[in-house]
């Protein structure tokens, strides 16, 4: 099993090779994927250094599956590429997720859209993974009618010259700047571009992610989505209205027994999800589960994940895992 990791120097790629290593997937051959500029530089991996190999090389090479981490631009040039030598590309990047012809895949949500036929998978937006992950279980048991998400996203989400940014806000240096604005001491209600609706891509992203992932096109979802100076995971309060009503007991179990999730609502004790709690963790944090007492069948809950691990590299592995397990590469 040939596994190239395009990207493999940047932040979520560096992580991939960390979660590969520590769920010790079954690879065979390792391709690490860089910039021309980093070609032949040498990365470690269960203790043993991999040479890092320009794209075409690693095309030459025939992977089995290649995990993209690289930004959009390149995996709409690359990804193709692979596809076409029979690699299965999983790509982290907004590239592909909203093309009809690719699946979008969270595998606890909706591994099993998945076949042999499928060559390049995406990877869905950190924000939206976490979400889903809750949301399913809730979904099947109730029918949700809509969704209303305000989000607390991590500076890592942006990447290193963002964690740069506040890091030299905290010691007074003056340097290159991520945002427009400083981060620290400060919220920012603005992640990417904004679009022409007065909503921002990243909040676009949640909202059609969202029914493509779940199958359900019924479910109208609404989203703010805002950058905060933390490190460690992105934090979601979201609403949920269902069609049907719900006993919050039994909620809250079907929660417990949800695969990835971990429910933390013990508000007597002051046990919450926190960033720092999801920081390097694969699973999903659930808590401060409430009835909405505006509002009838809703809930209000608060879901915490650590968006390098669950909300890119994690999932992008859990599919790759699946792929293999399913005998699908």
């Known amino acids: 099993m040939k596994i190239a990791v395009v990207g493999a120097t940047g932040l979520v790629g560096t992580v991939m090779l960390k979660v590969l290593e520590e769920r010790n997937f079954p690879l065979t051959e390792l391709i690490p994927v860089a910039s021309e500029k980093s070609v032949g530089k040498l990365i470690k991996y269960k203790g043993k250094e991999f040479p890092i190999v320009s794209m075409d090389t690693a095309i030459s090479l025939r992977p089995d599956i290649a995990l993209f981490s690289a930004g959009g631009s390149t995996s709409l040039e690359d990804a193709p590429r692979f596809a076409a030598v029979g690699t299965t590309v999983i790509d982290n990047s907004s590239a592909w997720r909203m093309d009809p012809s690719k699946k979008l895949v969270v595998p606890e949500v909706n591994a099993k859209v998945l076949t042999k036929e499928d060559k390049i998978i995406a990877n869905p937006n950190c924000s939206t993974i976490q979400m889903v992950v809750a949301l399913q279980p809730l979904h099947e048991k109730y029918k949700i009618k809509r969704v209303v998400v305000?989000?607390?996203?991590?500076?890592?989400?942006?990447?290193?010259?963002?964690?740069?940014?506040?890091?030299?806000?905290?010691?007074?240096?003056?340097?290159?700047?991520?945002?427009?604005?400083?981060?620290?001491?400060?919220?920012?209600?603005?992640?990417?571009?904004?679009?022409?609706?007065?909503?921002?891509?990243?909040?676009?992203?949640?909202?059609?992610?969202?029914?493509?992932?779940?199958?359900?096109?019924?479910?109208?979802?609404?989203?703010?989505?805002?950058?905060?100076?933390?490190?460690?995971?992105?934090?979601?309060?979201?609403?949920?209205?269902?069609?049907?009503?719900?006993?919050?007991?039994?909620?809250?179990?079907?929660?417990?027994?949800?695969?990835?999730?971990?429910?933390?609502?013990?508000?007597?004790?002051?046990?919450?999800?926190?960033p720092k709690d999801a920081h390097e963790k694969d699973e999903v944090f659930v808590g401060r589960l409430r009835r909405d007492e505006s509002q009838p069948k809703s809930l209000n809950m608060w879901i915490v994940a650590d968006n390098l691990r669950k909300g890119a590299a994690t999932n992008a592995v859990q599919i790759a895992e699946y792929l293999m397990e399913n005998k699908l590469v």
């Open 150 to 274: 305000s989000t607390y996203q991590s500076v890592t989400g942006t990447g290193v010259k963002a964690v740069d940014q506040l890091m030299n806000e905290r010691k007074g240096i003056d340097g290159p700047k991520a945002y427009p604005y400083e981060i620290d001491l400060n919220v920012l209600p603005h992640i990417d571009v904004f679009q022409d609706n007065g909503y921002t891509k990243e909040e676009m992203k949640m909202v059609k992610e969202t029914n493509k992932i779940m199958g359900d096109d019924s479910i109208r979802v609404t989203a703010t989505t805002v950058r905060i100076p933390v490190m460690g995971g992105h934090s979601e309060s979201v609403n949920v209205e269902f069609e049907n009503d719900f006993d919050l007991a039994e909620l809250r179990t079907i929660l417990e027994n949800a695969p990835g999730l971990i429910v933390v609502d013990d508000v007597a004790n002051l046990k919450y999800p926190m």
